[in-house]
């Protein structure tokens, strides 16, 4: 029966890293989900402290990653309207795949930008932070996954 956790906890751990630059997977909970199957092994490999802290990490990892692009047009200079452009952009782009989930944030908070103060330079600052503000998300998320990928392949020796 090892095998086969195993087996599904690689599966759930190429997905979360998988996840990690596609949007419609949520990458550090599969990757969590993967260090949890572990556990269902005949010897546990991680103790329940350590379980408890990855768990708050991913739920923290999870929120910032859609927080972070709003942060970041705010602090490029956007007001409330691209910000509230780049949270449209973001729900909308999801729908369009992984390409809309990069573009999404960009073009609603330029757009939220430049209707409200109509003035093209400060849009497109507010929508080069919104486009920042994922790539961090982005990264974050990948390091996150990245560490609880090698606490899983130490477990296995």
């Known amino acids: 029966m090892d095998v086969f956790w195993l ?30 199957v572990l556990q269902l092994r005949e010897v546990s490999p991680f103790s329940t402290k350590f379980l408890l802290i990855w768990a708050a990490i991913v739920v923290v990892v999870t929120v910032l990653d859609y927080v972070i692009p709003i942060y970041g047009t705010k602090k490029f200079g956007g007001s409330n309207a691209g910000v509230w452009g780049c949270t449209i952009g973001l729900v909308a782009g999801f729908w369009l795949g992984p390409f809309g989930i990069i573009i999404g944030p960009f073009i ?25 503000g994922f790539l961090t998300g982005t990264l974050l998320k990948l390091v996150v996954c990245g560490i609880m990928t090698y606490y899983f392949i130490v477990s296995l020796w």
Do not use: H, Q
Not at 7 to 28: F, Q, R, S, Y
Not at 108 to 132: T, V
């Open 108 to 132: 609603g908070a330029y757009i939220g930008e430049w209707m409200s103060m109509g003035n093209p330079d400060k849009a497109l600052r507010a929508a080069i932070g919104s486009f920042l």
């Open 7 to 36: 087996i599904i906890g690689i599966l759930l751990l190429l997905a979360g890293l998988v996840g990690c630059l596609l949007p419609l997977l949520p990458g550090p909970p599969l990757t969590y989900a993967g260090l949890l």
